[in-house]
């Protein structure tokens, strides 16, 4: 269960000012004010990361194991490929190259609010118990980060994702057991793709099991996220904001749970029923979302609820823009 959130007391002033701002972008439920302080990151995840599967009690990531610093690339790329548990602090910017493989059990966390992967990207392959968490990944050439080929249990939390060549967060090829929250994709293009392709439900069928909540898609074009197969996908309490070709696509008899989101300025915030490109319906169920100037959510089917998985707490959809706007990105873990 996600843990409580403590926001401090706002003064007269910043309670007026924070609810004129939820006002400007949506109605506010009765009783309710927008959340102007950015609220207190979690320690451990929620969702399908926190889920105890696969052998693995949740997600830990480098827990138990030494904690170094990385300043270079030589040792970021050193520390990344170490076997065993490991806590890897970035400082600074670190310059790499195409993906590069995370070994399990590490936790991979930024340092204050200016630590950098630019250039590259990272890849999950068969990986499992890893934490990824305020980073500001920069120009990848191909993915920001790619989970991949029967990986489980990651956790990417708190960093923002500026100019990818391709994805900034991709999980495919039978990964599951994964966290996506507390992000801000940045005005990227391919936000997220959950199946590579089409062909191959052999695989993925059954997994792709993701939870997505509390990110900013802020400007984002599209995928998010875009899904084929995976079910359940749980998409909760995130902003979207501007994003021009569409919000949510699920495909290919994917799962798709759409809950508790804000939608602002989106023409297309869901497709399910009539599939999207050149890949078939997919199911979605939509409840308890806002849509301000934007279209309809495409709904078709049923899907397997979320909570036979895990327990969480919903945010009011009125209050996710500022919830959002406060605590999403780096720099936001108070350490």
Same mark, same amino acid.
């Given at each position: 269960?996600?843990?409580?959130?403590?926001?401090?007391?706002?003064?007269?002033?910043?309670?007026?000012?924070?609810?004129?701002?939820?006002?400007?972008?949506?109605?506010?439920?009765?009783?309710?004010?927008?959340?102007?302080?950015?609220?207190?990151?979690?320690? !451990?995840?929620?969702? &399908?990361?926190?889920? @105890?599967?696969l052998?693995?009690? $949740?997600?830990?990531? +480098?827990? =138990? %194991?030494?904690?170094?610093?990385?300043?270079?690339?030589?040792?970021?790329?050193?520390?990344?490929?170490?076997?065993?548990?490991?806590?890897?602090?970035?400082?600074?910017?670190?310059?790499i190259?195409?993906?590069?493989?995370?070994?399990?059990?590490?936790?991979?966390?930024?340092?204050?609010?200016?630590?950098?992967?630019?250039?590259?990207?990272?890849?999950?392959?068969?990986?499992?118990?890893?934490i990824?968490?305020?980073?500001?990944?920069?120009?990848?050439?191909?993915?920001?980060?790619?989970?991949?080929q029967?990986?489980?249990?990651?956790?990417?939390?708190?960093?923002?994702?500026?100019?990818?060549?391709?994805?900034?967060?991709?999980?495919?090829?039978?990964?599951?057991?994964?966290?996506? !929250?507390?992000?801000? &994709?940045?005005?990227? @293009?391919?936000?997220?793709?959950? $199946?590579?392709?089409? +062909?191959? =439900? %052999?695989?993925d069928?059954?997994?792709?099991?993701?939870?997505i909540?509390?990110?900013?898609?802020?400007?984002?074009?599209?995928?998010?996220?875009?899904?084929r197969?995976?079910?359940?996908?749980?998409?909760?309490?995130?902003?979207?904001?501007?994003?021009?070709?569409?919000?949510?696509?699920?495909?290919?008899?994917?799962?798709?749970?759409?809950?508790?989101?804000?939608?602002?300025?989106?023409?297309?915030?869901?497709?399910?029923?009539?599939?999207?490109?050149?890949?078939?319906?997919?199911?979605?169920?939509?409840?308890?979302?806002?849509?301000?100037?934007?279209?309809?959510?495409?709904?078709?089917?049923?899907?397997?609820?979320?909570?036979?998985?895990?327990?969480?707490?919903?945010?009011?959809?009125?209050?996710?823009?500022?919830?959002?706007?406060?605590?999403?990105?780096?720099?936001?873990?108070?350490?």
């Amino acid at each position: 269960m996600r843990s409580s959130r403590t926001v401090p007391a706002l003064t007269l002033a910043l309670l007026l000012a924070a609810t004129a701002t939820a006002t400007a972008t949506a109605p506010v439920e009765a009783g309710t004010v927008a959340r102007a302080a950015a609220p207190v990151a979690e320690t !451990s995840p929620t969702g &399908f990361a926190a889920v @105890d599967a696969l052998g693995q009690n $949740g997600t830990t990531g +480098g827990a =138990g %194991g030494p904690t170094v610093t990385a300043t270079t690339t030589e040792q970021f790329l050193r520390y990344i490929d170490t076997v065993g548990p490991l806590v890897i602090r970035v400082q600074g910017t670190v310059d790499i190259t195409g993906k590069q493989g995370v070994r399990p059990n590490k936790t991979v966390i930024g340092v204050g609010s200016s630590a950098v992967v630019d250039g590259g990207g990272l890849d999950f392959h068969r990986s499992y118990n890893v934490i990824v968490r305020n980073i500001r990944f920069t120009d990848a050439e191909d993915d920001a980060i790619n989970v991949g080929q029967d990986s489980h249990h990651i956790w990417i939390d708190h960093n923002e994702f500026v100019a990818p060549l391709d994805g900034a967060v991709d999980v495919v090829r039978g990964a599951q057991y994964v966290t996506v !929250s507390w992000n801000w &994709f940045n005005k990227t @293009d391919k936000s997220m793709l959950l $199946g590579h392709s089409d +062909g191959n =439900g %052999g695989q993925d069928a059954g997994k792709l099991k993701v939870s997505i909540h509390h990110n900013f898609f802020d400007g984002s074009r599209q995928r998010h996220p875009r899904v084929r197969f995976g079910e359940p996908v749980h998409v909760y309490n995130n902003y979207y904001k501007g994003n021009a070709v569409y919000g949510v696509a699920s495909t290919m008899n994917a799962g798709v749970v759409v809950e508790g989101n804000h939608f602002e300025g989106v023409l297309h915030p869901c497709y399910s029923a009539s599939g999207y490109d050149a890949s078939g319906p997919g199911r979605l169920v939509q409840r308890n979302n806002a849509f301000t100037g934007s279209g309809t959510c495409e709904t078709n089917g049923t899907v397997s609820e979320p909570r036979t998985y895990y327990a969480y707490t919903l945010d009011p959809a009125a209050d996710v823009p500022a919830l959002v706007r406060a605590g999403a990105g780096t720099g936001k873990l108070g350490a």
